[in-house]
């Protein structure tokens, strides 16, 4: 019996070594005006874990901060707002995300499309996948949200793992004539690439409450969009 039960013991520690838990290595950095952000590494690469609520340039240039005025927003060159005092970080058009004064602090960047395509296939979206456009992948959108629905609507059958430690919140968006986007905080976020598809629209990444997966499109600068960077 001693016998049968240290072979028992060993058989299962063994079982737990070929299957270990996932470790998730986080760091912090924080960006010109002090604000700090709990950071990830994800694959080779680290992450912001959290929206850029920044309000200056790298530079130390205001950003203009343009909120509730339709006209302005639709015609302004670089501009943020603020979906609401509970909001999960700031909105910027794409004008601000690309502004040579630089919108990422020190030592990161606003991701490529192609760093996007780089996440999400190491969370197991194949190389088709990741290159089509619309709804894509499998569950890779689960493993960016902030866990157990924290932040989000719920929905049946939706239930998210954050296994990346992404921690994506649903952040919402602006229209890009101004008008808030509908229905708004804990329903959906979208987050900017820096990479352009022609010159009046970028790149970008969309996360929905109901579906999970990972929605990528292209969409007018004007737009207002949550900014994740990733270190240079």
């Not at 990422?104 to 499309?113: K, L, N, Q, R, V």
């Not at 689960?142 to 994506?168: H, Q, R």
């Not at 409450?209 to 994740?228: E, I, L, P, T």
Request: aromatic fraction near 14%.
């Amino acid at each position: 019996m001693p016998l049968l039960l240290v072979v028992l013991v060993f058989n299962s520690c063994e079982e737990d070594d070929e299957n270990p838990t996932p470790v998730i290595e986080t760091g912090t950095m924080a960006d010109v005006e002090g604000n700090e952000y709990t950071t990830v590494k994800i694959g080779s690469k680290w992450w912001m874990a959290e929206n850029l609520r920044v309000t200056k340039y790298r530079n130390g240039n205001p950003i203009p901060f343009v909120q509730n005025t339709i006209d302005e927003w639709s015609t302004s060159l670089d501009a943020y707002c603020s979906y609401s005092p509970t909001a999960p970080g700031f909105l910027y058009n794409w004008s601000a995300v690309n502004n040579p004064s630089q919108l990422a602090p020190e030592g990161w960047h606003i991701p490529s499309d192609d760093e996007w395509k780089e996440l999400e296939k190491h969370l197991g979206m194949t190389n088709d996948q990741a290159e089509g456009t619309g709804w894509r992948g499998d569950d890779q959108g689960e493993k960016l949200k902030m866990e157990g629905n924290s932040g989000w609507s719920v929905y049946d059958g939706i239930w998210s793992t954050n296994e990346s430690g992404f921690s994506a919140e649903a952040g919402s968006c602006i229209m890009f004539d101004g008008k808030s986007g509908f229905p708004g905080l804990h329903y959906h976020g979208f987050w900017w690439s820096i990479t352009e598809h022609d010159s009046n629209n970028s790149w970008y990444r969309y996360l929905d409450y109901k579906n999970k997966d990972v929605f990528r499109s292209h969409g007018n600068k004007h737009y207002g969009f949550s900014v994740r960077c990733i270190k240079d």
